[in-house]
T-cell receptor, first 112, second 111 residues
């Protein structure tokens, strides 16, 4: 199976919360990241969490990490149409020399 | 402003041609990376470099070559040996083991 897995699509209404999920397989992961990608553009780092943390909050974004289940989630509060994009989960493994392993990305569509 | 600059934004290659994608960073980052993105797939690592004059193959290095003569620059050459080069190419850099910052990408199309 894939090293990092995400649902491919998520659709929400403007003002609702969005929750994007990610599972990974390597327990040696040190950092886990969420990137946002607009069409035809590069990846923008949204937030990251160190593996010894359970939760990190940054304005409208909340990251939850369940190390036991190797599950990472990104919650976007009060989702706006400008949040529509591809959201990519990535992990950095211990000893990987800095390489990131990416999921395929979840395409978030926000309907007005 | 500090950042990573990729050029060109769009690139067209004829069959059998080599083309070079540029990546420059002024973040003073030691590590630089090249990823390839295809529709419906996650980013895949082509090559990476942790230090000047040194680089390693990633998961899909065949048909690609790189150089790292300067800290700021990490150009990627797509050779004629790469049989399916049409893709979106992303360059990134990082310092230590922290987050990687990405350029805006180059879309390469074979014509």
């Amino acid at each position: 199976g894939e090293d990092v897995e995400q649902s491919l699509f998520l659709s929400v209404r403007e003002g609702d919360s969005s929750v994007i999920n990610c599972t990974y397989t390597d327990s040696s992961s040190t950092y886990l990241y969420w990137y946002k990608q607009e069409p035809g553009a590069g990846l923008q780092l949204l937030t990251y969490i160190f593996s010894n943390m359970d939760m990190k909050q940054d304005q409208r974004l909340t990251v939850l990490l369940n190390k036991k289940d190797k599950h990472l989630s990104l919650r976007i509060a009060d989702t706006q149409t400008g949040d529509s994009a591809l959201y990519c989960c990535a992990e950095r493994r211990r000893g990987s020399q800095g390489n990131l392993i990416f999921g395929k990305g979840t395409k978030l569509s926000v309907k007005p | 402003d500090g950042g990573i600059t990729q050029s060109p934004k769009y690139l067209f290659r004829k069959e059998g041609q080599n083309v070079t994608l540029s990546c420059e960073q002024n973040l003073n980052h030691d590590a630089m990376y090249w990823y390839r993105q295809d529709p419906g797939q996650g980013l895949r690592l082509i090559y990476y470099s942790q230090i000047v004059n040194d680089f390693q193959k990633g998961d899909i290095a065949e048909g690609y070559s790189v150089s790292r003569e300067k800290k700021e620059s990490f150009p990627l050459t797509v050779t004629s040996a790469q049989k399916n080069p049409t893709a979106f190419y992303l360059c990134a850099s990082s310092i230590g083991l922290k987050e990687a910052f990405f350029g805006q990408g180059t879309r390469l199309t074979v014509v």
